[in-house]
């Protein structure tokens, strides 16, 4: 054990295409590849240490915690790289819990890169993202810095996340803090729900689609492309929520539907502005860092209230 790596830092990120379904929930295997910005603002921070006790503790922004989730995917590290005596993992979050971003991404990314490096081991950072995903899909696309892809593969050892290698680009991404309520309905259980709807198979084979059309944008470094296509997918997933045949609902709130009209009429006004919304009515808007303080400031006008970051592309995971 090599106890000089103390710290991982790893960001969190956005899907620009999503993972909304999992065809098996034991591996958390998705049902689509999914596509992502890694954001510089939002980050968490992991390091580990023996444990002073016969079990794995847990202490979150210094507050001792009995994550359950934690304690779980420790169980899986350990059936993945060996056993290995019990640990004490401090975290801190730099994810606004209130901000509608996933600190789950960032958390089990930073947690996944700290514990292996803490044992020793030198796995590439496709490994890392699988065993992170069975921690938090999402997580699986925080190891890389700028655009990522989750393939969704068919098993534990093809479903991986990696670099997309894109050119650098003026993108940025603003996130507009609707509620600091928690979700309504966590994230595995608005899949689950999601996939009962009777559009979920043709949503599939459209997200491979936008997939395609998505890395070809990327490539382009077409960021009014990477926005069209990213504010239809969202749109797209949030209606599953809405026809779900088991217990249909919507994460979106009156505000919700403001913002979204708001950046149509801003569109109209020829500002680059697309929405994508997680699992929250917060709203996330995809422009460029020139066009964003704009944004910013007409989004301002209307709703004073309303919280709002600029984040840009971040980087991958470091120790
Ligand atoms: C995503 N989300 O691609 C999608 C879009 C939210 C909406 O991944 O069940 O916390 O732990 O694998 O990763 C949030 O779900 O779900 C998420 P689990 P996760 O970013």
Redesign the pocket.
């Known amino acids: 054990m090599d106890s000089t790596f103390m710290t991982a830092t790893a960001h969190t990120n956005i899907?620009l295409i999503?993972?909304?379904g999992k065809k098996n929930a034991f591996l958390?295997l998705p049902t689509t590849s999914?596509l992502s910005l890694t954001l510089d603002r939002f980050y968490t921070t992991t390091s580990v240490s023996p444990s002073e006790t016969s079990t794995d503790t847990f202490v979150l922004n210094e507050q001792v915690c009995d994550a359950t989730r934690v304690h779980t995917f420790l169980k899986i590290l350990r059936t993945q790289l060996g056993d290995f005596p019990p640990l004490h993992v401090s975290s801190d979050n730099h994810v606004p819990t209130s901000a509608g971003l996933?600190s789950?991404?960032s958390a089990f990314a930073a947690l996944t890169g700290e514990v292996v490096a803490y044992l020793g081991l030198d796995l590439p950072k496709e490994t890392l993202s699988r065993l992170a995903r069975r921690g938090?899909?999402?997580?699986s696309r925080s190891f890389f810095g700028h655009f990522a892809v989750w393939h969704e593969g068919v098993d534990d050892d093809s479903s991986f996340a990696e670099s997309l290698h894109a050119p650098d680009m003026p993108i940025a991404l603003i996130v507009a803090e609707v509620s600091g309520q928690s979700k309504k309905v966590g994230?595995?259980e608005g899949m689950m729900r999601a996939m009962t709807s009777p559009n979920y198979d043709d949503w599939v084979k459209q997200s491979a689609n936008q997939f395609d059309d998505m890395t070809a944008a990327v490539a382009n470094a077409d960021i009014e492309k990477i926005g069209a296509i990213a504010e239809n997918n969202a749109l797209a997933m949030h209606a599953l929520n809405l026809t779900a045949t088991r217990q249909p609902f919507t994460y979106f709130t009156d505000e919700t539907q403001l913002i979204l009209s708001l950046i149509k009429d801003m569109r109209r006004q020829g500002i680059l502005a697309y929405a994508t919304l997680?699992?929250g009515p917060n709203v996330k808007i995809v422009t460029t860092k020139a066009q964003a303080p704009e944004i910013v400031a007409a989004l301002h006008d209307y709703l004073p209230q309303l919280k709002l970051d600029v984040a840009v592309s971040g980087p991958g995971i470091t120790y």
Do not use: P, Q
């Open positions: 899907a999503k993972y909304w958390n999914s996933a789950s991404a938090s899909g999402s997580a994230s595995s997680d699992a």
